[in-house]
């Protein structure tokens, strides 16, 4: 059974840092793309960061410049949230995502963690 979980939220001043570590148990295949997502109160989860590679990562354009995702040796994944924002807060969400090339194996479609929790304010 894979499980992801999050952790490295708090509560942070505007202008702060946070870094978020995406841990996962079980063995997640190689093949799926990881991803960030972020739920604020009264809206929709939206994307956040998205590794589709060692070289390429897409960002929502709201935190470009301001927000780094990768993954470790460990192939754990982590966010480094900078110059935060109070429109920042929300819970922050670890995604792996089968690519559509794959469907035919019949495995998950998405794994995802429970969720961190990132405040922004003063």
């Known amino acids: 059974q894979v499980q992801l979980v999050e952790s490295g939220g708090g509560l942070v001043e505007p202008g702060g840092s946070l870094r978020l570590s995406c841990v996962g148990s079980?063995?997640?295949?190689?093949?799926?793309?990881v991803g960030w997502y972020r739920q604020a109160p009264g809206k929709q989860r939206e994307l956040v960061a998205n590794?589709?590679?060692?070289?390429?990562t897409k960002y929502a354009e709201s935190v470009k410049g301001r927000f780094t995702a990768g993954t470790d040796n460990a192939m754990n994944a982590y966010l480094q949230l900078t110059k935060l924002k109070p429109e920042d807060t929300g819970v922050y969400y670890c995604?792996?995502?089968?690519?559509?090339?794959?469907?035919?194996?019949?495995?998950?479609?998405?794994?995802w963690g429970p969720g961190t929790q990132v405040t922004v304010s003063s």
């Open positions: 995604n792996a995502q089968l690519p559509s090339r794959f469907a035919a194996l019949n495995l998950p479609a998405n794994y």
């Open positions: 590794i589709i590679d060692d070289f390429a």
């Open positions: 079980g063995k997640v295949p190689n093949f799926y793309t």
